[in-house]
Each structure stands twice: as structure tokens, then as C-alpha cells.
């Protein structure tokens, strides 16, 4: 069974930064892409980034690039998302979410994980 978690939530303040954590199971972690999504309260999902294993490549949404950072612990198939410069309109529930690869801007991936809240206040 293919389970992610996410964790690393929290409140910040705007500047401010949070490291998200996503641990995977039940998967061959360099076989899949990972992708991470948030959803504002009163907005619909979207996708922050995603991450192919193998090879490594990394796509960002316009509105967090040079911000935001994907990393991996491959041994422990657990990724990262390191958000530096924090503002308001971060403020979501963040997700991770696997496919074998990265597919279309915010369609459906096949695994979920629960989601970690960011707030950022100003």
C-alpha cells in the first residue's frame, strides 16, 4: 500500500521560512515523480512543483520559483520542500502527491498524502 505523509507545517511570518516533509511508502521511491500541491481556503488546488526521481528534474509553478526548493533523502524516500521568503498568499494546506511521472499542471496524481497547513501572516 502507497502511503505519503506530510508534515512540516506551521505559521510564519511573512518573510518567514518552513521546510515541508513528505515520506513515502510502499513505492520504489526512484521509479516515481513527486509533486507537491497546495489549496488556499476558498480556492482550488494547485500545483506547486514536481519532481521526477530518474532522472531528477524539477518543474516550479511561476509563483514560487526561486522561492521554494525540492530536495530528497533518497535512502529514507523522503522528499523536501524548502520555502524560503514566505508571503501571505502562501497561506494553504500543502500535499504531496506520486505518479510514475510528472504529468499535466494539476491534474489528478494517483497517490495522496494528508496535507500540512502553512500559514504566513504579514
Known amino acids: 500500500e502507497v502511503q505519503l505523509q506530510a508534515s512540516g507545517g506551521g505559521s510564519v511570518q511573512a518573510g518567514g521560512s518552513l521546510r515541508l516533509v513528505c515520506e513515502a511508502s510502499?513505492?520504489?521511491?526512484?521509479?516515481?515523480?513527486i509533486a507537491w500541491f497546495r489549496q488556499a481556503p476558498g480556492k482550488e488546488r494547485e500545483e506547486v512543483s514536481c519532481?521526477?526521481?530518474?532522472?531528477?528534474?524539477?518543474r516550479y509553478a511561476d509563483f514560487v520559483k526561486g522561492r521554494f526548493t525540492f530536495s530528497s533523502d533518497d535512502a529514507k524516500s523522503t522528499v523536501y520542500l524548502q520555502m524560503n521568503n514566505l508571503k501571505p498568499e502562501d497561506t494553504a494546506v500543502y500535499y504531496c502527491?506520486?505518479?510514475?511521472?510528472?504529468?499535466?499542471?494539476?491534474?489528478?496524481?494517483?497517490?495522496w498524502g494528508y496535507g500540512t497547513l502553512v500559514t504566513v501572516s504579514s
Open positions: 519532481t521526477d526521481l530518474n532522472p531528477r528534474s524539477t
Open positions: 510502499g513505492l520504489s521511491f526512484d521509479n516515481y515523480a
Open positions: 502527491a506520486a505518479e510514475i511521472r510528472c504529468i499535466d499542471w494539476n491534474e489528478e496524481y494517483e497517490y
